[in-house]
């Protein structure tokens, strides 16, 4: 069984969509794998901590750091910069993160442990459509 | 085919068990698919090297560095840090590395390559009881 | 149904094997998962944009910054160095860049982006033999 979650971002940072990906296995009510891959190369897939939004402020704010616009002095090197300081250094975060997960499904549930939740991880600075991929089986 | 493998962990660095997924795998003596998913958002999974023990302690070393505690004057920045000083810092490592592995398996066995083991990497220093959800298809 | 890709590399650097991937599952036409798992504990696979040229160098550039070589002062700590400076960063840079992959496949074609191609990863300055198991079901 296959979709695809449509996600509309607006600058760097995390989206959860478990919901989504919740309410689309409920009905399945059985046990199998789900896979989920994102179809671009300036965003990722994140499974992390959805307690505490301090978690996702300073997840962003660590990987700006390790990563920073291209403009800045410390990445100069870089020479794929056409569409903005933000373009190659998203392109790296996308190489960091996950492209894929695979998550094991018992009687229809993903069996995420109590304070994980699936997340887009935005690293472009515009609004973007994201698509990712859904696998079940 | 589910299961779930628990594993105690003492202070951070890498817990091999590669035998414990070998001996699940066996009787099944079939080709599919293994699907492992660590159920926390402070420790990894990894493939390494199981030959010399130094891979390990130099793994350790680097993301100690890369990803300092949070009282360190480079980390200043994070907020999250009511946990203690290596709480932030083990979401960021969780981010950097693997929460599942997807490992093809032939005859009952994991196509590893000849030096490749399987590890949980602890981030946290207090002692933890981790559980890796496991899915054979 | 599974497979094995060979792959031989000429020193660090993105190895796009998409083609090789496309033309495997073709004849099989229908619906399913692909994995991909790479045998070694020195290379990654990368899902990361084929256009530009221009990002594989800046990708290749930024890892060389962020794991230095051996010899490099500020990696004075790493113990495993017999096999020469690059050898325990290669590690450290499989650690941090996928040793799996999993893409949905939707009528033997996989979903990739528009810009996505598939690359086996090196990290290693000698030429090697890579090999990356592929399951399919």
Redesign the interface.
């Known amino acids: 069984m296959?979709t695809e979650f449509e996600l509309s971002t607006q600058g760097p940072g995390l989206y959860e969509f478990t919901s989504d990906v919740r309410d689309w296995l409920k009905p399945i009510a059985r046990?199998?794998?789900l896979?989920l891959?994102v179809?671009?190369?300036s965003c990722s897939l994140?499974?992390?901590?959805n307690a505490?939004p301090?978690?996702q402020?300073?997840?962003r704010?660590?990987f700006e750091?390790?990563?920073p616009p291209s403009n800045h002095p410390s990445m100069a090197?870089?020479?794929?910069t056409y569409e903005g300081p933000d373009d190659?250094p998203a392109?790296?975060k996308?190489?960091?993160?996950?492209?894929?997960?695979?998550?094991?499904v018992?009687s229809g549930r993903p069996?995420?442990?109590t304070?994980?939740g699936i997340y887009l991880f935005e690293h472009r600075s515009a609004p973007h459509n994201r698509?990712v991929?859904?696998?079940f089986?």
């Open positions: 296959q046990d199998g794998l896979t891959f179809r671009h190369t994140l499974v992390q901590e505490d301090d978690v402020t300073d997840m704010a660590f750091r390790l990563v090197y870089l020479r794929h190659m392109h790296i996308a190489a960091l993160l996950p492209v894929s997960l695979a998550i094991p018992t069996v995420l442990g304070w994980q698509s991929a859904a696998h089986a």
